[in-house]
């Protein structure tokens, strides 16, 4: 598909261009109210009163504002231009002035943490501080695992050389890898694209050479991921944080048991969910075990469809429109402005994205889309957390935050949403089977897959409390982790074992993983509710929820729909969803065997 015509974001409402002379002033208004909020706050914070400390509460607020635009800024300009070694300095420029320029106001979250209950409650009778309450209550969450305001400080100072550089060589080195697929030369975004080829010889080829170069690449990435694990732990042992996904879960605001049980769940589900649906796809596949590379390949028998960018943007917004007409015009506002950027180009990440450089303004959307249906689903899963945040944007800078497992909601309802349209507008039995199945591979690897990684993770971070974890060992970690989540119909072997070192999350977040999943379940069970028609007003209870998921508990924010993460029942009830999409494949399957069996031979 031709990159001509697709929309391309326009930053100019953040700044002009990394010239642009905005940035330096801003840069020195940050680091000016920084300095001024010391001075006039620091050791006085016990004495405040109501109204002293709101002021403090804005100026901390502009803090936050100008560091995220700033930011912001930064990391959208470099993202589309990775092998730009202008963008790639600016960024860690504009990280390392923000960093040093914030040290000033540590303070700010320590003294209020030495503060008695009282004082707290007495300064939110005031209507005015009691709107940020819930960034109140989440300072106050870390109270125990806080440090001195020295150590604070050399941890944030320290943190743009340590993990954070870390991360940087990691992103910089995967983003300059070049592929070659016969005689060509590919990015990473080009290359995965082959994995989804109905040539079984091309996809094949992408695999090996993915693995060939991440292989070659293994011996760095293997000490820049002990690095990180490393750096992780230091900061975990300081802070008092137990297991190395706690740190994690507390900022998720959910218990370790409660992640602990949304694993153990997953895992005890492999069979019934991921086993039985490679059982299916290796006879479709015409094979008996299918390759780790062929997991997310094309049915032989399916059609080749292809979007353009305007169709798939109608297909997204009709398929929201008939969910809630509030969510179609939110989500129209990313096409009537230059709020995307669409095509896959040279020196661009993969992948796709939205970031929202400020919670009060509006975010953009990463794409690579090149025209296949499943980039249709990722426009609606990306549009997704662009409508959701925009549900957000009264809540203000200090509240809003972003907690992964409900910052995937949106995302991946809406994803459902634009599935269930396709289905529904099918009449061959044929190509409901094959969208189903696009759906459930997608699932799994959400639901599944994640958790998969999150063991991973666990069993990775474990170990290197006890040293550095070789690159066998990782590549040994990973195979018996796909291994006993893929099961007998798929071959995990020697060409696919470097792989864990392209999932990004692994390095830039840890344990970020196990949220996918988490939402994932969530979204499965929100939709089944949505499905029984018990909930009067579902759709509106839905965007309210949307509102509300960085300021409001689980238990509250879930109430509406009588739903409760913290019951193992409820893990099942999402997962049950998966399984109801299997049965429905076997039958269909039982159907049309002859159909298929016999298209297959044609091919």
Partial sequence: MKNNNLPAWD????????????????????????????????????????EEFLSALKMLEKSALLSGKLGGFASLNMSTQMKNAEA??????????????AKPTVFFSLELNKLPEAKIKEWLNNKKVAFY???????RKYKKHELSE????????????????????????????????????YNDAEMSKFLLDKNVDIRHKAGAELN??????????????????????IEDDKRGFKKPV?????????????????????????KNIAYRFYKLKAKWLGVKKISYWDRNAPLPFSADITYSWDKAVKTVLSGYEKFSPDLKKIAEDFFKNNWIDV???????NGAYCSGPTASKHPYLFLNFVGKQNDVLTLAHELGHGCHHQLRVKNGELNEYSRMTTEEVASVFAEMLVFQSLLKELKDDKAKLCLIASKVSDMINTAIRQIAFHFFETRAHDERKKGEVSEERLCQIWTEEMKDSLGDYVEVGDDAKYIWTQVGHFFFLPFYVYAYSFADCLVNSLYQVYQEGNVKDFSKKYLTLLSQTAIGDYEKILKPFDLNPNDPKFWNKGL????????????????????????????
């Fill in 11 to 50: 930053l100019s409402d953040l700044y002009q261009s990394i010239k642009d002379p905005q940035i330096e002033k801003d840069l020195e208004s940050y680091k000016k109210n920084a300095l001024s909020l010391q001075k006039k706050y620091k050791g006085k914070m016990a004495k405040l009163s109501a």
């Fill in 88 to 101: 790639m300095i600016f960024y860690q420029n504009i990280s390392e002035k923000l960093t040093e320029y």
């Fill in 133 to 139: 309450k819930p960034f109140i209550s989440r300072v």
């Fill in 150 to 185: 020295a150590v604070e400080e050399v941890f944030l100072e320290k943190s743009v050389t340590s993990s954070e550089a870390w991360v940087r060589l990691y992103e910089e080195t995967s983003s300059r890898l070049v592929y070659t697929l016969d005689g060509k030369k």
């Fill in 212 to 233: 060939r170069v991440a292989k070659e690449n293994a011996p760095l990435f293997t000490l820049v991921y002990n690095m990180v694990m490393k750096d992780k732990a």
């Fill in 246 to 270: 706690s740190a994690r879960n507390m900022a998720e605001n959910v218990k370790d048991e409660v992640v602990d049980t949304l694993a153990q769940t997953v895992r005890k589900n492999y």
């Fill in 343 to 349: 095509p896959p180009r040279d020196g661009k990440r």
């Fill in 576 to 603: 049950k969803l998966i399984s109801s999409y299997l049965d429905e494949l076997e039958r269909l399957d039982k159907k049309l065997s002859c159909q298929l069996i016999s298209c297959k031979r044609n091919k």
